[in-house]
């Protein structure tokens, strides 16, 4: 089962509810009948990295990419997800997307 | 890149056909009314060539890799965004006016953030055009002004419901090699000495203004446009001779014309919004929010200026240890540094767009340009209070020079040993220059209005998720930290509580 590395920004001031978007994105996941591994132990090797920045300015991708760490991962940035505006209600579905093209999922 | 004098040559080059004061002006350099403004624009281009500005007058093009003028620049980095605001400042200081040149460089990054979008959606080639016109733009240290108020009519009615359509920039026509415009920009700062025109949208656009929904850059000489050039708080003071003006090597706000357009073509390679009206927002959203941000800088660069001018007077007059004088001043200074906090703030908030290009965090630049259109007008106060009267009452430098009146004016103008009388009076008109005149309207409406501020703050709040966090903490919705931290259900917490409450086992009873 592929393994994603959760990661949270500091959540100061979020412009999305980052933790209804991860509740959402498993729920989506679980319907597809697709199965993830989700661990937020920074200490685990995962085959994706998703870091769920509350807004654009994106600390915690700032701070990832100054870490030198494993160079797969997708970043929620508020309402942008890696370089494309997305609403906040379809983020979890177009990360289910990107998951499908990432990890080579099989299409439902 | 060019220095200041080089600026002022170029400037030769071109025929613009501008009108001011009833009359055709042959020579835009050698007029005497328009040349404070030239000055100032001329500092942008010469403080890049000083080592001890280099580090944030210039930058490396991401095009090119060369080194440019930041006013010719795309944001490549929070670093960007952070200088950017830090060259405002300090051309603020060195001029003591509006330099005009970062409403391009607005422009610039705003029709390069939007065509990138656009292209994404509609599968068009706005972008590349875009950069090949930028490459023209830093090759050639050009300063475009940035066009993007209409002089809009009556505003309650949509562009293409105006009685006159010329009320708005539009597209007359689509030819196969560009396309034919007419219409009109208001009050567009720098404009006659402005090497290109950037035009955008004034407003947000529906589906029927989709001809107003127009972005295209053409030279500043371009055939069909003209230029009428706007009067400003006691301008023709620079025809009385020096002193009276206050600021006469620089002049007052940024020179600002209407642009007229009149069946101009603009051919398909500078043309880069046509039509595309979902996405007139954008471009008027983020070349606001770049242009809001400034204001945090080249005021708070005028306030340090009429901030030393105030000490100065203050010291000249022999007032300067009172407790009230102190006061005023530091409140001057804490305004200033208030607004130089937001647009600090909003520029290290900023984010990377889609196009690669960094924008400022836009909530953060509207809270900037409001407390400017609040905070100067108190600064300026202030200055003219501690200025005294005078700023008011001085008589002309005609009366200093006359033998007639000139030593009973010296000795009424004496002040401490050490300030005489001619720098004291200099020094007032710089204070007068600045807080009386066109710079306090223009720090209301530059960059737009309170009220579209005001529009900005209240979309980009938040306010759900702030009804949200007092909910949980009125205990109206659950708090799972809380929960958390004393180990059970709140409710049954909260009944606990009461019960100790009801039956005296609380240690204070």
């Given at each position: 089962?592929?393994?994603?590395?959760?990661?949270?920004?500091?959540?100061?001031?979020?412009?999305?509810?980052?933790?209804?978007v991860?509740?959402?994105?498993?729920?989506?996941?679980?319907?597809?009948?697709?199965?993830?591994?989700?661990?937020?132990?920074?200490?685990?090797a995962?085959?994706?990295?998703?870091?769920?920045n509350?807004?654009?300015?994106?600390?915690?991708?700032?701070?990832?990419?100054?870490?030198?760490?494993?160079?797969?991962?997708?970043?929620v940035?508020?309402?942008?997800?890696?370089?494309?505006?997305v609403?906040?209600?379809?983020?979890?579905e177009?990360?289910?997307k990107?998951?499908?093209?990432?990890?080579?999922?099989?299409?439902? | 890149?060019?220095?200041?004098?080089?600026?002022?040559e170029?400037?030769?080059?071109?025929?613009?056909?501008?009108?001011?004061?009833?009359q055709?002006?042959?020579?835009?350099?050698?007029?005497?009314?328009?040349?404070?403004?030239?000055h100032?624009?001329?500092?942008?281009y010469?403080?890049?060539?000083?080592?001890?500005?280099?580090?944030i007058?210039?930058?490396?093009?991401?095009?090119?890799?060369?080194?440019?003028?930041?006013?010719?620049h795309?944001h490549?980095?929070?670093?960007?965004?952070?200088?950017?605001?830090?060259?405002?400042?300090?051309?603020?200081?060195?001029?003591?006016?509006?330099?005009?040149?970062?409403?391009?460089?607005?422009?610039?990054?705003?029709?390069?953030?939007?065509?990138?979008?656009?292209?994404?959606?509609?599968?068009?080639?706005?972008?590349?055009?875009f950069?090949?016109?930028?490459?023209?733009?830093?090759?050639?240290?050009?300063?475009?002004?940035?066009?993007?108020?209409?002089?809009r009519?009556?505003?309650?009615?949509?562009?293409?419901?105006?009685?006159?359509?010329?009320?708005?920039?539009?597209?007359?026509?689509?030819?196969?090699d560009?396309?034919?415009?007419?219409?009109?920009?208001?009050?567009i700062?720098?404009?006659?000495?402005?090497?290109?025109?950037i035009?955008?949208?004034?407003?947000?656009?529906?589906e029927?203004d989709?001809?107003?929904?127009?972005?295209?850059?053409?030279p500043?000489?371009a055939?069909?446009?003209?230029y009428?050039?706007?009067?400003?708080?006691?301008?023709?003071r620079?025809?009385?001779?020096v002193?009276?003006?206050?600021?006469p090597?620089?002049?007052?706000?940024?020179?600002?014309?209407?642009?007229?357009?009149?069946?101009?073509?603009v051919?398909?390679?500078?043309?880069?919004?046509?039509?595309?009206?979902?996405?007139?927002?954008?471009?008027?959203?983020t070349?606001?929010?770049?242009?809001?941000?400034?204001?945090?800088?080249?005021?708070?660069?005028l306030?340090?200026?009429?901030?030393?001018?105030?000490?100065?007077?203050?010291e000249?007059?022999?007032?300067?240890?009172?407790?009230?004088?102190?006061?005023?001043l530091?409140?001057?200074?804490?305004?200033?540094?208030?607004?130089?906090?937001?647009?600090?703030?909003?520029?290290?908030?900023?984010?990377?767009?889609?196009?690669g290009?960094?924008h400022?965090?836009?909530?953060?630049?509207?809270?900037?340009?409001?407390?400017?259109?609040?905070?100067v007008?108190?600064?300026?106060?202030?200055?003219?209070?501690?200025?005294?009267?005078?700023?008011i009452?001085?008589?002309?430098?005609?009366?200093?020079?006359?033998?007639?009146?000139?030593?009973?004016l010296?000795?009424?103008?004496?002040?401490?040993?050490?300030?005489?009388?001619?720098?004291?009076?200099?020094?007032?008109?710089?204070?007068?220059?600045?807080?009386?005149?066109?710079?306090?309207?223009?720090?209301?409406?530059?960059a737009?209005?309170?009220?579209?501020?005001?529009?900005?703050?209240?979309?980009?709040?938040?306010?759900?998720?702030?009804?949200?966090?007092?909910?949980?903490?009125?205990?109206?919705?659950?708090?799972?930290y809380?929960?958390?931290?004393?180990?059970?259900?709140e409710?049954?917490?909260?009944?606990?509580?009461?019960?100790?409450?009801?039956?005296?086992?609380?240690?204070?009873?």
């Amino acid at each position: 089962m592929p393994s994603i590395g959760l990661r949270y920004c500091g959540g100061c001031n979020p412009q999305i509810d980052r933790s209804k978007v991860i509740r959402k994105l498993e729920e989506g996941l679980k319907e597809r009948g697709m199965e993830l591994d989700f661990t937020t132990n920074r200490q685990s090797a995962v085959d994706l990295s998703l870091l769920i920045n509350g807004c654009m300015h994106a600390c915690l991708e700032e701070e990832y990419l100054m870490e030198g760490n494993s160079p797969q991962f997708i970043s929620v940035k508020g309402e942008m997800v890696s370089s494309q505006y997305v609403k906040e209600e379809y983020i979890p579905e177009f990360l289910i997307k990107k998951f499908i093209d990432v990890l080579n999922f099989p299409p439902h | 890149m060019m220095n200041g004098k080089e600026y002022i040559e170029s400037l030769r080059g071109l025929n613009l056909e501008v009108y001011f004061f009833g009359q055709r002006i042959k020579s835009i350099v050698d007029e005497p009314m328009f040349q404070p403004h030239i000055h100032t624009a001329a500092m942008t281009y010469n403080l890049a060539h000083d080592p001890e500005h280099q580090e944030i007058m210039t930058a490396t093009s991401h095009l090119t890799g060369e080194r440019i003028n930041r006013f010719t620049h795309i944001h490549q980095s929070i670093d960007d965004l952070v200088k950017k605001v830090r060259m405002m400042r300090l051309l603020g200081q060195k001029t003591g006016t509006c330099f005009q040149r970062c409403v391009g460089l607005d422009g610039l990054n705003a029709v390069y953030v939007t065509t990138y979008d656009i292209d994404q959606k509609h599968g068009t080639n706005y972008h590349e055009r875009f950069k090949n016109y930028l490459l023209e733009v830093q090759k050639n240290d050009w300063m475009p002004s940035g066009a993007m108020t209409d002089a809009r009519g009556d505003r309650s009615l949509r562009p293409s419901k105006q009685k006159y359509p010329d009320t708005y920039l539009h597209i007359k026509e689509k030819l196969e090699d560009g396309i034919i415009v007419s219409g009109m920009k208001a009050h567009i700062t720098g404009a006659i000495n402005s090497h290109e025109i950037i035009t955008m949208p004034t407003r947000t656009m529906g589906e029927e203004d989709r001809d107003f929904a127009l972005s295209f850059a053409i030279p500043a000489d371009a055939k069909g446009v003209t230029y009428i050039f706007s009067r400003q708080t006691n301008d023709t003071r620079r025809l009385d001779g020096v002193l009276d003006g206050g600021n006469p090597k620089y002049g007052i706000v940024g020179g600002e014309a209407i642009i007229i357009f009149k069946d101009v073509f603009v051919p398909w390679e500078r043309v880069f919004m046509a039509g595309e009206y979902e996405f007139t927002n954008e471009l008027v959203e983020t070349f606001a929010g770049y242009h809001r941000s400034n204001y945090g800088g080249c005021k708070v660069g005028l306030a340090d200026v009429v901030i030393g001018g105030s000490n100065w007077i203050a010291e000249a007059h022999g007032i300067e240890r009172a407790s009230h004088i102190v006061d005023k001043l530091t409140e001057m200074i804490a305004m200033a540094e208030t607004c130089w906090s937001c647009t600090l703030a909003c520029s290290y908030e900023g984010y990377k767009t889609p196009s690669g290009a960094y924008h400022i965090h836009p909530l953060l630049a509207n809270v900037t340009k409001l407390n400017i259109t609040r905070m100067v007008y108190e600064w300026m106060r202030l200055a003219q209070d501690v200025a005294g009267g005078k700023i008011i009452t001085l008589p002309s430098e005609k009366d200093l020079e006359n033998p007639e009146t000139m030593e009973i004016l010296a000795e009424c103008f004496a002040g401490k040993e050490g300030f005489p009388p001619r720098d004291i009076i200099k020094m007032l008109r710089l204070i007068e220059n600045m807080s009386v005149g066109a710079g306090l309207p223009e720090a209301m409406h530059g960059a737009g209005s309170p009220a579209a501020q005001k529009i900005m703050i209240a979309r980009r709040s938040g306010i759900n998720k702030k009804m949200e966090l007092a909910k949980i903490i009125a205990g109206i919705r659950k708090d799972k930290y809380f929960e958390d931290i004393i180990g059970k259900n709140e409710t049954a917490h909260w009944d606990e509580v009461k019960k100790k409450i009801k039956g005296k086992k609380v240690q204070i009873y």
